[in-house]
């Protein structure tokens, strides 16, 4: 387990079992996030991951955490800035450089992006990625009485107003676990409460998680739904996940594959390739989010999924699907090329 500082002006005293009392209420937040039961499983070992959790953020490791991320492409990397400004312009927003515009073809019907912008997933509407609608009143109502649970439970005092506090500013408790541990911090202003927070996060994923281990992972299972959920729905910038299958379709490896714009993320067959190889995968399922709401393929979606389907199946490994993570469900990207195909 972490040490603990002696100097730590807010100590956790006895982080363990702290993470044992909270596993109740992080069952009723897994429940909130997938829209469904979830199975009771390994409360033990959630409340050590929680124990250790609070322990280190506590120590004051918050400020220098960067994530889950797994390795990110690096010969995708170097077009995200070029990605990110020109998604800003074609949702109204100043970017960081002036691109000429003359003869450039509208983000929505582009398909894929130039060579020198590097290729990339795009939402079918980078306007509504950037500015998309605020959770329904109800749905802040329940995160507010959750999350004041989880603050109860911690032993921290003015629960209720820290709870109205937070979700008035992120809207929902997914958001705020989507939110980075720095911006979590500059509104809750107590670092305590993004320990508790981040555990939270980590033991939904581990929750979801378990339930993919030692079985096959189908795209239609609800297992995989409530994982890429848990992990994509409320992510304010696109993401690509992949998960690495064996011939079993049983899972090797989960993993980042890339963080971009709220409209645009980048997607590097090659990479993925080589690493499907390097693990020895022998089928793959890859998600993405459309921040903005929308689960509709745009035609880079489709077209990167194509290119992605041939080379796989140029080395001897299948594409299960390609599925698309919103806050109102799934769709598959791999549906629409065959739909086209037709």
């Known amino acids: 387990m972490v040490g603990m500082d002696g100097n730590d002006r807010h100590p956790l005293h006895l982080p363990v079992a702290r993470g044992v009392r909270l596993c109740l209420v992080a069952w009723r937040t897994a429940r909130a996030l997938c829209g469904g039961d979830v199975p009771r499983r390994r409360p033990a070992q959630l409340g050590a991951v929680f124990g250790r959790q609070l322990a280190r953020d506590a120590a004051g490791d918050i400020r220098s955490r960067s994530g889950d991320a797994g390795p990110v492409a690096g010969d995708c990397a ?19 450089r002036a691109i000429a515009e003359t003869g450039r073809p509208r983000h929505a019907d582009s398909g894929l992006l130039d060579q020198h912008r590097g290729l990339g997933l795009s939402d079918v509407d980078p306007v509504a990625a950037w500015h998309r609608p605020p959770p329904e009143s109800g749905q802040a109502a329940r995160s507010r009485s959750v999350l004041e649970q989880i603050l109860t439970a911690a032993g921290l005092i ?6 109205d506090t ?17 911006r979590q911090l500059r509104v809750a202003g107590n670092a305590e409460i993004v320990a508790l ?17 030692g079985r096959r992972v189908l795209p239609d299972a609800r297992a995989l739904r409530d994982y890429l959920m848990v992990h994509l729905a409320d992510e304010t910038n696109e993401q690509v996940r992949i998960l690495y299958l064996n011939a079993n379709d049983r899972l090797i490896l989960d993993e980042l594959h890339s963080s971009g714009t709220p409209s645009t993320t980048p997607f590097c067959v090659r990479t993925i390739a080589a690493r499907a190889l390097e693990v ?3 089928s793959l399922i890859v998600a993405h989010n459309h921040p903005s709401g929308l689960r509709e393929s745009s035609n880079a979606d489709i077209a990167l999924t194509i290119a992605l389907e041939a080379a796989l199946d140029a080395l001897g490994m299948t594409l299960i699907d390609h599925l698309i993570v919103t806050r109102g469900g799934l769709s598959s990207v791999r549906a629409a090329t065959k739909g086209l195909a037709a």
């Open 158 to 163: 003015d629960a209720a107003r820290r709870a």
């Open 166 to 182: 937070l979700i008035e500013e992120f809207g929902s408790l997914p958001l705020l676990l989507a939110a980075s541990p720095a």
């Open 280 to 282: 020895g995968a022998m």
């Open 197 to 213: 927070l981040q555990a939270v996060k980590q033991a939904l994923r581990d929750v979801t998680r378990a339930d993919l281990d």
């Open 78 to 96: 170097a077009g995200q800035s070029l990605l990110a400004d020109r998604d800003r312009r074609d949702a109204g927003v100043p970017g960081d």
